[in-house]
């Protein structure tokens, strides 16, 4: 699926949802469900540093598109995390760099990428489109 | 603090209230409970009006115009100065020097005091439980002249190790620079004795009174400190505004901070000499409606009495400990004996961050995180904690509010 499908069925999985607090229990339940990244990948290396919860990313390539893992130590920012890597993992370096994630704002959580938050989303985001840019060079 | 809770409390929150209007409004749907006072006070309607009377009909630049309007904004300006001295018991006015804030005095002591008395293999002394604030421009006032900084420990109530403390002045000691209360943990530390101790060797003490000024009585010259920072909009005043206490000697003795107008005498492309306290620190044009609106801040808290809010907050405090002690997986950060208005805790293996989202949905503000303080966090090695701080315009039905906010952050993490 293109990432603007992707993007489509998740404001749908949303819809479901018109209180706050079903979109919140959705959103802990993705976070608490996946194990989104190897633990060797945990690295001091890897770390996102956010003044409130800390972000874990780690990106490969798969022929030509690019694979995505990541965790938070906060299951609210791990819940994000597990719907920007469906979004975002497993598509190729010009559509990651591409998207604009609209997703987020129309599901009604774009306060979650506020810079100042300091939740680590936002660098995450900046992180993933890095390495994506920094993998196509490496693709030519 | 025994005698501050056989005060007898005289304070009428719900007629205070009044007097905040962002206490009446709602967030995210809700009625605002603003827990989250360590940060950042509310401001009473009487701050809000003298910032726009002053805009409105007394703007002028002060210390230089001859007309009136200049006049009478430099007389509003200073009487401010004189407010400040009397709310502190400081012996002179002019030992007041009006900065941006608590962290903008400690620079200016750490730039000027310090690079004039710390060298080579001197050491600053600080405790564990500084805020950043007061441990960032010490370790560069370090850096440039390779000295050392020195960390006074804490023990797990987060209480200062006295004896430990004791070890650590020496003759290397050239400064001591500690909170009176702590902003992550609410401990009240010994500051007179701290100071004491320091003068037995003729070693000056900074305290950074930022989370004690507007919830405990401070008279200087009792603390006998010499030198006393901390910020306007803590007390109910504007951002922007804070203040320097400093003894005149020291201050006498200081080289200027920053160069500008106000703060020199004559200037000439040769030669500029200084001018006289305070001016000699107050480089350029202030924040003029800040300071007169930091004057009408304190006209509050003492029309309020410093006494009567420090009574009310420490029993509003009491309330909310016994009744967060029966919220399931709670553990408190800090359990010193003497505290003030400061509960940080943890609920189980639940993320700061998270319990933080939840409780704003409901309406609740509390600060999460590290509270500028992480080498305290990794002191007790968590990545940070949720923080309550109360103030007198807050109630016991907050604190419900508050309780209730949590069972239910518990109930959706579980």
Redesign the interface.
């Known amino acids: 699926m293109s990432i603007k499908e992707i993007e489509e069925t998740i404001v749908e999985e949303f819809g479901y949802y018109d209180d706050w607090m079903g979109k919140y229990e959705f959103i802990i339940e993705l976070g608490k469900s996946l194990p989104l990244i190897a633990e060797k990948y945990k690295t001091e290396e890897n770390i996102i540093k956010g003044c409130q919860s800390r972000v874990w990313l780690h990106a490969e390539a798969e022929g030509d598109k690019i694979v995505f893992t990541a965790d938070s130590d906060a299951i609210i920012t791990k819940g994000l995390i597990s719907l920007l890597i469906r979004v975002l993992s497993h598509q190729t370096p010009d559509e990651i760099i591409n998207a604009d994630l609209r997703f987020i704002d129309r599901i009604g959580l774009k306060e979650h990428l506020s810079p100042t938050r300091s939740n680590g989303l936002v660098s995450m985001i900046k992180q993933m489109k890095l390495y994506a840019l920094a993998l196509k060079t490496k693709m030519l | 603090m025994t005698t501050v809770a056989q005060h007898k409390i005289v304070l009428d929150v719900e007629h205070i209230r009044k007097d905040f209007p962002i206490l009446s409004r709602k967030v995210?749907g809700k009625h605002l409970v603003y827990f989250d006072n360590a940060a950042t006070s509310q401001k009473p309607q009487p701050v809000i009006d003298a910032t726009n009377k002053y805009y409105s009909f007394e703007n002028a630049n002060i210390h230089r115009g001859v007309h009136t309007l200049s006049q009478e904004a430099t007389s509003a300006y200073e009487v401010v100065r004189e407010k400040v001295r009397a709310f502190i018991n400081a012996d002179k006015s002019y030992e007041i020097i009006f900065t941006k804030g608590t962290t903008d005095s400690i620079n200016l002591v750490a730039s000027t005091f310090g690079r004039t008395h710390v060298g080579e293999g001197d050491e600053v002394l600080i405790s564990a439980m500084e805020h950043h604030s007061n441990i960032v421009p010490w370790q560069m006032l370090c850096e440039e002249k390779k000295a050392k900084l020195k960390v006074i420990p804490i023990n797990e109530n987060g209480e200062l190790l006295m004896d430990e403390y004791k070890k650590l002045l020496s003759s290397k000691t050239k400064i001591v620079a500690v909170a009176h209360i702590s902003n992550s943990l609410g401990t009240i530390n010994p500051v007179k004795e701290i100071i004491a101790l320091a003068h037995e060797k003729n070693i000056p003490v900074l305290i950074d009174g930022a989370q004690a000024i507007h919830h405990e009585k401070v008279d200087v010259q009792y603390l006998n400190c010499d030198f006393y920072v901390f910020s306007a909009h803590k007390m109910y005043g504007p951002t922007g505004v804070g203040v320097l206490y400093g003894k005149e000697e020291l201050l006498n003795a200081m080289p200027p901070y920053q160069g500008g107008g106000d703060m020199i005498k004559t200037v000439t492309f040769e030669k500029t000499t200084y001018n006289e306290l305070p001016h000699k620190f107050e480089a350029g044009t202030p924040n003029i409606a800040g300071g007169i609106a930091f004057g009408a801040a304190i006209d509050y808290i003492n029309s309020l009495g410093v006494e009567n809010i420090s009574a009310y907050e420490h029993e509003l405090t009491s309330y909310a400990l016994q009744q967060l002690n029966n919220v399931p997986g709670i553990k408190f950060i800090g359990k010193a004996k003497e505290r003030a208005s400061v509960i940080s805790f943890l609920l189980d293996n639940?993320?700061?961050?998270?319990a933080?989202?939840?409780l704003d949905?409901m309406g609740i503000a509390v600060r999460?995180?590290?509270h500028c303080t992480q080498p305290l966090m990794d002191r007790f090695r968590i990545?940070?904690t949720v923080r309550a701080s109360f103030s007198f315009y807050n109630t016991k039905e907050e604190v419900d509010t508050l309780v209730k906010g949590l069972h239910k952050v518990i109930d959706?993490?579980k």
């Open positions: 995210n639940i993320h700061p961050y998270d933080g989202v939840i949905k999460t995180g590290h990545p940070g959706m993490f």
